[in-house]
């Protein structure tokens, strides 16, 4: 049974940074994607950043250029750098995983990001 755990979200003014991290457990095997879905009240859960065979990435349009997608294959851990963060970056964030292609996400406890200012 695949576990994540996330940390590192929070409350920072518009233009700040913050970095999420997402460590899994309970699987040994290089994870095939891991990826960042955020969820706000009234929209959509959408897929934020995700990163596949541990280099392939992709971004949200709206994050792109500002937000960073890495992981650490060694620790199965993946992290997403958020810089200039704007207010419609507020919402909640879910880190997922696939162990292989095709299969279902294993997702995160989520973790709240608000704008303090």
């Known amino acids: 049974q695949v576990q994540l755990e996330e940390s590192g979200g929070g409350s920072v003014q518009v233009g700040g940074s913050l970095r999420l991290s997402c460590a899994a457990s309970?699987?040994?095997?290089?994870?095939?994607?891991m990826a960042w879905y955020r969820h706000a009240p009234g929209n959509q859960r959408e897929l934020v950043a995700e990163?596949?065979?541990?280099?392939?990435?992709y971004y949200l349009d709206s994050v792109q250029g500002r937000f960073t997608i890495s992981r650490d294959n060694a620790k199965n851990t993946v992290y997403l750098q958020m810089n200039s963060l704007q207010p419609e970056d507020t919402a909640d964030y879910y880190c997922?995983?696939?162990?292989?292609?095709?299969?279902?996400?294993?997702w995160g406890q989520g973790n709240q990001i608000t704008d303090s200012s």
């Open positions: 990163i596949r065979n541990g280099t392939a990435t």
């Open positions: 309970g699987i040994t095997a290089k994870i095939y994607s």
């Open positions: 997922g995983a696939r162990p292989k292609l095709g299969t279902d996400y294993y």
